[in-house]
């Protein structure tokens, strides 16, 4: 019956995911539905554009060269009207000339006659007939003005759609994530001398396989890519997966998009727990600081909940007043009653901590640490999440951390089970946080050049999370963060005794 049960189970689960996958499948074909016709509208839409830009430049070309016909035309026509209109009073000049010739020959006195004759050979030879050219000064021929658009025609005829290149291919094993950067590389499917650049674009997701639609992240774009790969730098792995595609363009148009990719991003991430949190501490999801007035302020008001309409509440708070900033070493707040939230209660007493909001149980993780620098004093680390309320970080057998002191005398140490090992170096701006659940193992390094600081070697019996300490100042918490290559490396190489010491090395409890 059992067996039988977990069978229907396993076949429940295969096909409650496949439906999903199926599903996602519908999505986006409905999706793709909706963009061909949107898109169709879009070029048919700049196609009419295109054409009508055809149509204009061709009607401006008309009118242009009508217009030079026009002015061809009204320019010979004034010059055929001018030697017409000289040629026809040259014409009755020399009739009335031919005229009184004509009659002068009817003279019959000699003197007469003589002078007559002498007038006619002075008119004739200044008359305009005879200064005129007989030959038109234009002619009619307006071939030059001929055109033949043959060529032109043949070229709108080989009109087509621009040549868009083909879609790239990308190989996941091409790609790299590594160090929180992803370098994503691809190919075209044959060669294409055309292509001036590509379109890389991408988005996390917490979905394997295909793209999703629905309830997905816009993409974001890198654009005018000249080479064949690109790499993603400093990003936060918040995702467990991102999605990737790529598309080349020439100088005219973009070409489809490869088949998308999905790449494992994942991280680990978390915030401060506020609920956890000391009242002495302001919390927010990244960043923790001390508050020293944080603890009266919350007190003040429980009390006066408690005490409203009491005339011994001023006293009473007037007890509990201490001037100045506590150390460590005292309770900066009298006891109180406690806040259990998120399942537990929260640190008081000496005990500044606050507690991750995810549990690690296995796997390989690394987060980082920055502490203000007139920070005073603060401790990283893991802890269970059954540390006490009152328990500090390093001071039990359940939790490890390092810690920096940099009050009265500056100490940097690394503690677990009230032990303390003092590190001789350098205290970093940036600690990074490696903890190797399943191999028991917790180090340290310099966030910056990967310095090992120190290094526990324990077994985990329970699941942990992630401690922090600050005392007269704040924390600045990094998440999303891969395990460095560094780290890694350095991990492998390590021996199992180098930065530990068997003094703090024990089984956890």
Not at 34 to 53: M, P, R, W, Y
Not at 145 to 174: G, H, N
Not at 188 to 207: S, W
Request: net charge neutral.
């Amino acid at each position: 019956m059992d067996s039988q049960k977990e069978a229907l189970q396993r076949i429940i689960s295969t096909l409650a995911s496949k439906n999903d996958e199926i599903q996602n499948f519908i999505d986006m074909l409905n999706h793709t539905l909706k963009g061909v016709q949107a898109n169709s509208s879009k070029v048919i839409t700049d196609l009419d554009e295109e054409f009508d830009g055809l149509y204009s430049v061709l009607d401006e070309m008309k009118e242009s060269m009508t217009n030079t016909i026009k002015q061809q035309q009204a320019q010979k026509a004034q010059e055929l009207q001018n030697q017409l209109a000289q040629c026809t009073n040259a014409l009755e000049s020399s009739e009335e000339l031919l005229d009184f010739a004509s009659r002068s020959l009817d003279i019959k006195e000699p003197d007469e006659f003589s002078k007559a004759a002498r007038q006619i050979k002075d008119r004739v030879t200044m008359a305009a007939a005879f200064r005129l050219s007989l030959k038109p000064k234009v002619s009619d021929n307006m071939n030059h003005l001929m055109v033949d658009f043959s060529q032109e025609r043949q070229m709108i005829q080989t009109l087509k759609f621009l040549p868009v290149p083909k879609a790239p291919e990308i190989d996941p094993a091409d790609c790299l994530v590594a160090d929180n950067c992803v370098t994503v590389a691809w190919r075209m499917p044959e060669e294409d001398n055309k292509i001036d650049h590509y379109v890389l674009e991408y988005r996390k997701t917490n979905f394997d396989g295909l793209p999703r639609i629905k309830d997905e992240r816009c993409w974001e774009l890198v654009d005018h890519i000249k080479g064949n790969e690109y790499t993603l730098t400093g990003l936060k792995f918040e995702a467990k997966f991102m999605n990737f595609r790529v598309r080349a363009c020439n100088k005219a148009a973009a070409g489809d998009y490869s088949d998308a990719v999905t790449l494992e991003t994942r991280a680990l991430n978390f915030s401060f727990d506020s609920s956890s949190s000391h009242l002495n501490l302001k919390v927010d999801d990244s960043f923790v600081e001390w508050d020293s007035m944080g603890g009266k302020s919350q007190e003040t008001k429980v009390k006066g909940k408690e005490n409203k309409g009491s005339s011994g509440h001023v006293t009473l708070l007037k007890s509990n007043t201490r001037s100045g900033t506590p150390s460590p070493k005292r309770t900066s707040v009298t006891s109180r009653p406690a806040l259990a939230r998120g399942g537990r209660d929260r640190f008081t007493g000496e005990s500044y901590t606050v507690l991750g909001d995810t549990v690690i149980e296995s796997g390989q993780h690394y987060w980082e640490v920055r502490a203000q620098k007139d920070c005073k004093s603060y401790s990283v680390g893991v802890a269970y999440k059954s540390l006490g309320k009152f328990d500090q970080l390093g001071k039990t057998g359940t939790s490890w951390c390092i810690h920096v002191n940099n009050w009265l005398q500056a100490t940097f140490a690394a503690k677990h089970n009230n032990k303390a090992k003092a590190l001789e170096m350098n205290v970093p701006e940036r600690i990074g946080v490696y903890c190797d659940f399943d191999g028991g193992q917790l180090s340290f390094y310099n966030a910056s050049s990967k310095q090992l600081l120190y290094t526990f070697k324990t077994k985990f019996l329970q699941p942990v999370v992630p401690g922090f300490m600050v005392w007269c100042g704040g924390l600045t918490l990094y998440t999303g963060l891969q395990v460095p290559s560094a780290v890694k490396t350095l991990q492998k190489s390590e021996n199992g005794m180098s930065g530990s010491a068997n003094s703090l090395t024990s089984a956890a409890q």
